[in-house]
């Protein structure tokens, strides 16, 4: 029984002894420390050379060095101070919150090279933009979006140069066309930049492609009740526009009717009379030749 408790006795020295040897020995040993702000300047952001850690080299008890992970040190930089512009920040050895029993070796990085501007608000036009394949027969027309303004935010030296962003609509239409369009759009902007909203709608208007083209097309005249009619030419011609691939073909003509017209007024004699184009969907006049017809009315 007595030789358990010397032993018992003798294990708790030698722990005793070996932490105590453990606790004196000295090492060296890099430290990751997050670095907080304080105190920011109102209005103010830091662009860019902000870090989130710094690393300190130091050299302290074996025992203690093994634990500062777990403890949860930050280092804090007071930048209430910061101005516009480039600023440097040194990062200030005695302001690492550590005891006296470490010694700091070293910290990387040693300064903090900051980028800062001040953050605004300024209202934008939206530029709205259709890219993708279309079918060749059509054009796009025009392109909108809703709202066409838009109030960003960001840094002053970025929004000072910036009066317009674009919505960018991606769509092919290789085969069938739409009159329109329409798709809720994201803004294209720095990521530095918020707009509100962040999109837009916008909506593409596309129609077919056109020519001009001279046409021949026979005069119908239909003679009032009781009246004999001859006309000094039986053809008139048209300059039509409309789309290009209604002309590959002649079957448009067939939907091309020209109708003499006769006023309510009806009498015999001499009169250069108008007459009445029907076109196909999408066609309009450009010009006629003749624009008048002479007309002889007799009656019978």
Not at 9 to 38: K, N
Request: hydrophobic residues 40%; aromatic residues 8%.
């Amino acid at each position: 029984m007595k030789n358990w408790q010397t032993a018992i006795l003798a294990l708790a020295l030698a722990l005793f002894t070996w932490f105590l040897v453990t606790g004196r020995e000295v090492v060296e040993s890099w430290v990751d420390m997050p670095v907080v702000m304080t105190n920011p300047p109102e209005g103010l952001i830091i662009e860019d050379g902000l870090v989130d850690k710094i690393q300190v080299r130091l050299r302290g008890p074996k025992g203690l060095v093994g634990n500062l992970a777990n403890q949860n040190i930050q280092y804090h930089v007071d930048v209430s101070t910061l101005k516009i512009g480039a600023q440097v920040v040194d990062i200030d050895a005695s302001n690492i919150p550590l005891p006296s029993t470490y010694e700091i070796i070293e910290v990387k990085p040693n300064r903090l090279n900051l980028k800062v501007d001040r953050r605004i608000t300024k209202d934008i036009e939206v530029e709205a933009v259709w890219s993708g394949d279309l079918n060749s027969d059509y054009s796009l027309q025009e392109v909108v979006a809703v709202p066409n303004r838009v109030v960003v935010r960001g840094p002053e030296t970025i929004l000072r140069k910036l009066t317009k962003a674009r919505a960018v609509m991606k769509e092919d239409f290789p085969d069938d066309v739409p009159s329109s369009w329409a798709e809720d759009v994201g803004i294209e902007l720095a990521p530095e930049i918020e707009a509100s909203p962040g999109q837009v709608r916008v909506e593409a208007f596309f129609g077919p492609q056109t020519r001009q083209i001279w046409v021949k097309v026979p005069l119908e005249v239909q003679a009032p009740e009781g009246y004999k009619v001859s006309v000094s030419q039986k053809f008139v011609r048209l300059l039509i526009e409309g789309p290009i691939f209604l002309f590959r073909d002649d079957e448009y003509r067939k939907d091309i009717v020209v109708n003499l017209l006769f006023g309510s007024e009806v009498a015999p004699g001499s009169l250069n009379l108008e007459y009445d184009v029907l076109l196909p969907d999408g066609c309009r006049i450009v010009k006629k030749n003749p624009e008048t017809v002479k007309t002889h009315m007799k009656k019978q």
